[in-house]
């Protein structure tokens, strides 16, 4: 039987926390960057401070790289991993903003402590991440083996 890739993909996205993002300032230059995320089915969401560097980047270039692995001590012909390519944008509206935030304190009820400082919430945006294609890396087919994905 075939595996379906999509749905993997999104077994794999909700086993997992932390995912590095690249994105490119507006002189070109390259920056990733480690967040903690929340997904609904492959749409991801994270939250982070609006001055950051990566907030910068998405402002002028909504393009984005990403990649989620698995734990560095998976033996290697189990380890799976995504290699995406999205659109990051910051969430406005605002039940997709309750939506989102319900995500990440569920996933991430540690947020709670950050809800206490009003300062730090005050400079708090949440970024939607919408997939647009990428690669589900499966080595239990072979070594090396990837499934292409569209969105």
């Known amino acids: 039987m075939t595996k379906n890739y999509h749905q993997e993909a999104e077994r794999f996205i909700q086993s997992r926390k932390y995912l590095t993002m690249a994105t490119a300032a507006a002189d070109g230059q390259a920056f990733a960057h480690t967040v903690g995320y929340a997904s609904e089915a492959a749409v991801l969401y994270f939250a982070t401070d609006k001055n950051t560097q990566k907030i910068t980047n998405i402002s002028s270039n909504p393009k984005v790289g990403y990649t989620i692995d698995m734990d560095e001590d998976a033996p290697w012909l189990t ?3 995504l290699q995406m390519v999205g659109k990051a944008e910051v969430v406005q509206d605002k039940a997709e903003m309750q939506k989102a935030h319900a ?3 569920d996933k991430f009820p ?3 402590e950050f809800e206490q400082n009003e300062e ?5 945006v949440i970024v939607k991440i919408t997939p647009i294609k990428g690669r589900f890396l ?3 087919v072979h070594f090396g083996y ?3 994905l569209a969105y």
């Not at 730090?120 to 708090?124: D, E, I, K, L, S």
């Open 79 to 81: 380890l799976e991993g």
């Open 103 to 105: 995500l990440l304190l």
């Open 110 to 112: 540690q947020l709670k």
């Open 120 to 124: 730090m919430m005050q400079n708090m």
């Open 138 to 140: 499966d080595n239990s």
């Open 146 to 148: 990837s499934a292409d």
